[in-house]
């Protein structure tokens, strides 16, 4: 279950991170995220962005190390960590669906609930 968790975590934060450089390219899908507010993102929105896509990838070695796929899966920060990674998501789904942008809400709000499932899921691995 958790492999299966962990590959379905990866496909959405490399979906959100795709957006991410999107946005930050100057592509007119600003209706997807940050609110969406602006067709195309201002340049602090990118900048946002840019940081968005680090955090997705401290994200990505977090749950490979709760996952026991990198060391450390029973140390303390992975597991505070991870559960911490899980309230983020699971604030980041109110949040889009509370978004006055329809499109962020039809796509945002799906991707979190099943990001913040997956993550769920390896909180509660046993991995090690």
């Known amino acids: 279950m958790t492999t299966m968790a962990l590959a379905v975590a990866f496909t959405i934060l490399i979906a959100l991170a795709i957006l991410q450089v999107l946005l930050i390219a100057g592509r007119p899908l600003g209706s997807l995220g940050w609110g969406g507010r602006h067709r195309v993102l ?5 900048v946002a962005s840019g940081i968005s896509i680090v955090l997705y990838g401290l994200f990505a070695l977090l749950l ?8 450390g899966a029973d140390a303390s920060p992975v597991v505070v960590g991870t559960w911490l990674l899980f309230a983020f998501c699971a604030i980041s789904v ?6 006055r942008s329809r499109p962020e809400r039809l796509v945002q709000t799906p991707a979190s609930v099943v990001l913040a499932l997956a993550v769920l ?8």
Do not use: E
């Open 42 to 46: 201002p340049t602090r929105l990118r």
């Open 64 to 71: 490979l190390s709760r996952a026991g796929v990198l060391p």
């Open 94 to 99: 109110v949040m889009n669906g509370l978004s």
């Open 121 to 128: 899921v390896i909180a509660l691995s046993n991995a090690a």
